[in-house]
């Protein structure tokens, strides 16, 4: 994108990963994030409560299956801090499925979220 993709870099236990704190709305959205991971040398990310778009969530535009396959291809393990009431229909059936693997995780608290990502707890 030729916008500047709003992020941090936190470093913690010897370990650091990115945190979005933006919408994701496109797939060059979801290529930054992988470029950002890639140029920092982490393939862990945090998406910050409100990342993910309607869009996303609801699942009609194709976003989500388009950014967990490129998350996947590059071994991007993801946690994500979503809202319980968002979490509903056939977006509720995904993060089931998603939950059991190992790359992709649903939090409703930030704490839950990095720990995960950090492999505390």
């Known amino acids: ?16 990963y990115i945190e979005i704190n933006q919408v994701i709305n496109t ?6 994030i992988i470029g950002i991971c890639i140029s920092n040398s982490t393939k862990l ?24 396959q490129k998350f996947m291809n590059y071994h991007i393990k993801v946690s994500t801090i979503i809202d319980k009431d968002k ?14 693997s190992n790359n992709f995780k649903v939090f409703d608290n930030s ?6 990502i950090l492999n505390i707890g």
Do not use: P, Q, T
Not at 1 to 16: A, F, Q, S, V
């Open 111 to 116: 704490i839950d979220a990095a720990n995960w």
């Open 45 to 68: 990310i945090v998406l910050k409560e409100d990342a993910l778009s309607d869009e996303f969530i609801n699942l009609k535009s194709g976003l989500a299956g388009i950014a967990l």
């Open 1 to 16: 994108g030729g916008y500047y993709m709003n992020y941090k870099i936190i470093e913690k236990m010897n370990k650091k």
């Open 87 to 100: 979490i509903e229909g056939r977006f509720k059936e995904l993060v089931y499925e998603l939950n059991k």
């Open 27 to 32: 797939e060059e959205d979801v290529l930054d």
